[in-house]
């Protein structure tokens, strides 16, 4: 069973639909019980990240899944959710993430050219850079996932497992661990997400 954390944030109802439509039981929770009997976390999340954060934060939800993370059982982010795993973001002001991954969160805008639009929204090609990622099992180098985001996680080079192109290279993707994060959509990336979403499972 995953646990999909349910803080108040985060497109839950086309999680739960994607990981029905590969057969995975899910629920939607914030009980603490249930994610620790779960065998992996789901952190979703979308909008700012200082709201994300402090919803978090009141909710319980951020020691649960730092605990979790302790104990070794694998989590993953999905957009904000994935940012939210990071030390730190500069998003209209600085503020802390979960610090589970090194790195933080800074604008887009400040490293591609001024013409191309922000939020970068749309389908874009993955850059696999660390074949080993088990999130990879089941696509290939090149397949395009769906993005919507004027945030990237930057300085965490030793965590990238996939970049995109949007005039510079972007974070895609990451993994540090049992702690896994993607900064697109896979519940909105159609059978490429599916693959991922399965993948995930399967560790």
Known sequence: MIAIIDYGVGNLYSLKS???AIGEEVKVTCDETVIDAADGIILPGVGAFKDAAEKLNASGMADVIKKQAEKGKKIMGICLGMQLLFNKSYEHGEYDGLGLIDGEIVPIEEHI???LKIPHIGWNSLKITDSKCPLFKYIND??????VHSYFADKCKNAVVAVTEYDAELTAAVQKNNVFGCQFHPEKSGDVGLSILKAFCEI
């Open 113 to 115: 050219n001024k013409n």
């Open 18 to 20: 994607s990981f029905a």
């Open 142 to 147: 090149g397949d395009f996932v769906y993005f």
